[in-house]
């Protein structure tokens, strides 16, 4: 049972605009802590996505983008594309005895 | 660009030790926390322990007293060492270099090594 939350699948279409949501508690996202994204392309180790909740490392395309509210974060994808299939995690700190790095379950992203 | 290579046995038998090496290339020791995750087969994430190059070091509560963090700086590399392990450990596991922003988080990642646990 991961800390943070996550569906386990979302879908969409070429071109369309989906959001994978990262809920957590007041003792991790609501505490203020930033949100981390990983891909993980099948077969390969994960990648960064996203940092300090909202920023892209460099060669990160702007379609993706991350956001926080409260207890939870999401990860928006735009313009989806073929290659973007792939699992995604969100990573937070938790103030509580689960641990300096912590991980939701992930989120399969199916393009249709 | 940092390059991080595990390396180790992909079978360890029931309550042994299972023993891992991360070789860091690129980048000197200072600039990141070396950190090891895994991953078991077709599950999610878990990351199991940090280690700072002045020798500060953090583990998850789940699996501490059972696991250890080491690095040689003299030879651009870090281990982990867990304990008594059981089926329940069977995992992809990875060495990662990790950036605080926030907190934690990875910002490079080795390839990741299967290791089994198995009599």
């Known amino acids: 049972q991961s800390v943070l939350t996550q569906p386990p699948s979302v879908s969409g279409a070429p071109g369309q605009r989906v959001t994978i949501s990262c809920t957590g508690s007041?003792?991790?996202?609501?505490?203020?802590?930033?949100v981390h994204w990983y891909q993980q392309l099948p077969g390969r180790a994960p990648n960064l996505l996203i940092y300090?909740?909202?920023s892209r490392p460099s060669g990160v395309p702007d379609r993706f983008s991350g956001s926080k509210s409260g207890t939870s974060a999401s990860l928006a994808i735009t313009g989806l594309q073929a290659e973007d299939e792939a699992d995604y995690y969100c990573q937070s700190y938790d103030s509580s005895l689960s641990g300096f790095v912590i991980f939701g379950g992930g989120t399969k992203l199916t393009v249709l | 660009q940092v390059q991080l290579q595990e390396s180790g046995p992909g079978l360890v038998k029931p309550s042994e030790t299972l023993s891992l090496t991360c070789v860091v290339s690129?980048?000197?020791?200072?600039?990141?926390?070396w950190t090891w995750l895994r991953q078991p087969p077709g599950k999610g994430l878990e990351w199991l322990a940090y280690i700072y190059y002045v020798g500060a070091t953090n583990y998850n509560p789940s699996v501490e007293g059972r696991v250890t963090i080491l690095q040689d700086t003299s030879r651009n590399q870090f281990s982990l060492r867990l304990n008594s392990v059981t089926a329940a450990d069977t995992a992809v596991y990875y060495c990662?270099?990790?950036?605080?922003?926030?907190?934690?988080?990875?910002?490079?990642w080795g390839q990741g090594t299967l290791v089994t646990v198995s009599s």
């Open positions: 007041s003792s991790n996202i609501g505490a203020d802590y930033d």
């Open positions: 300090g909740t909202t």
């Open positions: 990662a270099g990790g950036e605080v922003a926030g907190g934690l988080y990875i910002a490079a």
């Open positions: 690129g980048v000197p020791m200072t600039d990141y926390y």
